[in-house]
């Protein structure tokens, strides 16, 4: 089956712009994260959503920062007048939740870049 | 951001030649995960490990949950080229609310073919 898939790959932003970045689970999996990767650096968790319900969003940064995922599936990371320091991958990653599925699975992550 | 110790930073071998990496973590961890990250892709998870003192195999890769749960190590046996990455190891406590992962902070491998 497909895997998780991530849009755009890139994006370049001018500082002070909105962006937003979105994420396809794998179809099932009832968890969801968010995790920023600068360069050089293992990834770093922002939030995480089981269905619909946002029940961390302890490690996002400011509050320019926003996700959503409000139907369960299809998540939205949403910057705000973003600042040359939000420059970084931004990985989605799911796994199925529950006592057995504990894994997560990545997708190719979308590069951004504030100009 | 909290980040686990991984040695070493980085590794230059011959094609053939036997790897080993592990992790390290100040705090204790349910589950160990491993895994590979190429140039502009994803991480793409290698093995899950469970169980202090778990051993698993997945190919010519062997990775180990350590006693004390606070360790974990990655050997990987007559490397290839196509080994060449950058490997990552996660712990995750689901003790909480969320499984969130803590990464390592990654190592570099180079094949020489």
């Known amino acids: 089956g497909a895997g998780v898939s991530q849009s755009p790959r890139y994006k370049v932003a001018k500082r002070g712009q909105d962006v937003a970045l979105r994420c396809d689970p794998i179809?099932?999996?009832?968890?969801l994260f968010w995790y920023q990767q600068a360069l050089g650096q293992g990834p770093e968790f922002l939030t995480y959503f089981q269905n619909e319900a946002q029940l961390d969003k302890s490690g996002l940064p400011s509050d320019r920062f926003f996700a959503e995922r409000p139907e369960g599936s299809v998540s939205t990371l949403k910057i705000q007048r973003t600042q040359q320091e939000d420059s970084a991958v931004y990985l989605c990653?799911?796994?199925?939740?529950?006592?057995?599925?504990?894994?997560?699975?990545f997708g190719p992550g979308t590069r951004l870049t504030v100009t | 951001g909290q980040q686990l110790n991984q040695s070493p930073q980085s590794m230059f071998i011959q094609e053939g030649e036997d790897v080993s990496m592990n992790c390290t973590s100040s705090?204790?961890?349910?589950?160990w995960l491993w895994y590979k990250q190429d140039p502009g892709e994803g991480p793409v998870l290698l093995i899950a490990?469970?169980?202090?003192?778990e051993l698993t195999s997945n190919g010519r890769l062997t990775a180990q949950f350590g006693i004390t749960r606070k360790d974990s190590f990655l050997n990987i046996s007559a490397s290839i080229p196509s080994d060449v990455g950058i490997y990552f190891c996660?712990?995750?406590?689901?003790?909480?609310?969320?499984?969130?992962?803590?990464f390592g902070t990654g190592t570099l491998l180079a094949v020489q073919p």
């Open positions: 996660a712990g995750q406590d689901y003790g909480g609310a969320t499984n969130k992962l803590i």
């Open positions: 179809s099932g999996h009832v968890s």
């Open positions: 490990l469970y169980k202090a003192g």
């Open positions: 990653a799911s796994s199925l939740g529950g006592a057995s599925g504990f894994e997560q699975y």
């Open positions: 705090s204790i961890f349910n589950t």
